[in-house]
């Protein structure tokens, strides 16, 4: 790359200027990512990737276009400049589409203080290699582990920069290492597949590839001889590993978007209980080493922290510039966006307010019913809240784990689960979204 991401868009936004657009937003992002993928104690598969994207979206009075390139030379980015002028002077109004003030704009963001970036030097790939024949080691090593199915580990690292034809020019570099794992217990028919994997900002803190390994495979092997639950209404406890789901579907619900087009079960809500009075989501982008943190949002205004869902009550929406004044209220700060695609609504890092009881607690407590380890597919209605899904776990009698289920559907309402939902305390605090085991008593389940 000849020039650095901050130059790519100032370059955008004098040709983009240059073609007769009014106000203009550019991105651009380029860095690497190499992973490797190992299976039977081979390299199986070995890819790196390198490049730069540009994106431009550019205004003509209230009219936008958007477009994007990898090629960087000089010409094309004249020419993109040129095509998106003309694509939004063909296409229709946006009253609500357009950039920020001035004064709404980040300032004086401190990089250092969000740990982005592991400035270590980028692993060799035989150090990736040997991270994933460590995990399928361990994995295969596992009682009952007929195959490992993946193992695979990766590193990249990215520069991203966006600026505004008002002022804004602001940027960071974000570096992420991960290591993940496949088994595969049982024969057959009778198979059963688990994973266990770990993503971290730096290598310092990213799970060893031997835990990693034996986690797949005990989970794999804990799935073997499922049956199906019977149909009833019980209690049941979502896992650590899937519970954030449960969260993610409030988020959905009061993301501003949604709201502005009247699509939400929750659209009548803000104000009111929506949660148990002891809980809280609460938002924080400035959380350091972690994937949700960033200093800015897509449309350059300042990320803050806040308090979504506040003892119990919704207190906001989920706003970018044009949803906030479709509703006629300020933007969150939430925008996200990619280098192809406009500005929306999006949630950085999310926690719930943990409970006072441990997941085993739960389970002793919960008398019979279900511990959901894993959901398929969805039915999920966002304007009634209307809630299905395909599960498997475990089956629990008398406050005990007794045997793996599987081919079950569990379903509800999003507004009334939500509102009996208890919490664990076992959330894994190095996450984007810091949720806990839920157990929610009363849920319909169909099995046989």
């Known amino acids: 790359m000849s020039q650095s991401p901050q130059a790519l868009c100032d370059a955008l936004i004098k040709a983009a200027k240059t073609a007769g657009a009014d106000a203009v937003d550019a991105m651009a992002a380029a860095g690497s990512s190499l992973s490797i993928e190992v299976h039977e104690g081979k390299l199986e598969h070995a890819e790196r990737s390198e490049g730069t994207d540009l994106g431009l979206r550019v205004f003509v009075g209230q009219r936008q276009a958007q477009v994007s390139s990898s090629d960087h030379r000089p010409e094309t980015i004249t020419a993109m400049a040129e095509r998106a002028v003309a694509m939004a002077r063909e296409a229709p109004e946006d009253p609500y589409a357009f950039l920020a003030e001035a004064g709404q704009l980040a300032q004086n963001w401190d990089l250092a203080a969000l740990e982005l970036n592991d400035d270590s030097p980028e692993p060799a790939p035989e150090a990736l290699q040997q991270s994933a024949l460590a995990a399928e080691a361990a994995c295969q090593a596992v009682q009952g582990v007929s195959q490992v199915q993946s193992a695979s580990a990766g590193f990249g690292r990215h520069e991203i920069h966006l600026a505004t034809s008002n002022g804004f020019s602001g940027g960071y570099i974000r570096s992420g290492h991960s290591v993940s794992c496949v088994g595969i217990a049982g024969t057959g028919t009778g198979m059963e597949r688990d994973h266990d994997g770990d993503s971290r900002t730096f290598l310092s803190d990213l799970r060893s ?9 005990e989970r794999a092997v804990a799935r073997l001889n499922a049956r199906r639950p019977k149909t009833g209404t019980y209690p049941v406890l979502f896992d650590e590993r899937i519970s954030s789901s449960l969260i993610g579907h409030l988020l959905s619900a009061s993301n501003g978007a949604a709201i502005a087009r009247g699509s939400s079960w929750l659209k009548d809500d803000l104000g009111k209980q929506v949660l148990p009075a002891a809980l809280s989501v ?23 922290k806040r308090e979504i869902v506040k ?25 996200a966006r990619g280098i192809g695609s406009v500005p929306s609504p999006a949630n950085w890092n999310i926690a719930l307010t943990p409970g006072d009881q441990s997941r085993e607690e739960l389970i002793a407590n919960m008398g019979t019913g279900l511990l959901v380890t894993s959901l398929i597919g969805s039915t999920i209605n966002p304007n009634t809240g209307d809630y299905s899904r395909g599960a498997s776990g475990f089956w629990v009698e008398n406050g005990e784990i007794l045997y793996p289920v599987n081919e079950c559907t569990i379903a509800d309402n999003l507004r009334d689960m939500l509102l009996r939902i208890i919490p664990a305390n076992d959330a894994r605090t190095y996450l984007s979204r810091v949720v806990p085991s839920i157990l929610i008593e009363g849920m319909t389940l169909a099995g046989s």
């Open 209 to 217: 590839p031997d835990e990693i390994g034996r986690i797949a495979g």
């Open 282 to 304: 609460t938002e924080d982008p400035h959380r350091a080493r972690i994937s949700g943190s960033r200093p800015f949002d897509g449309e350059g205004l300042p990320t803050q």
């Open 311 to 335: 003892d119990g009550v919704l207190t906001d929406w989920t706003m970018d510039l044009a949803s906030a004044r479709k509703l006629g209220l300020e933007s969150t700060g939430n925008a």
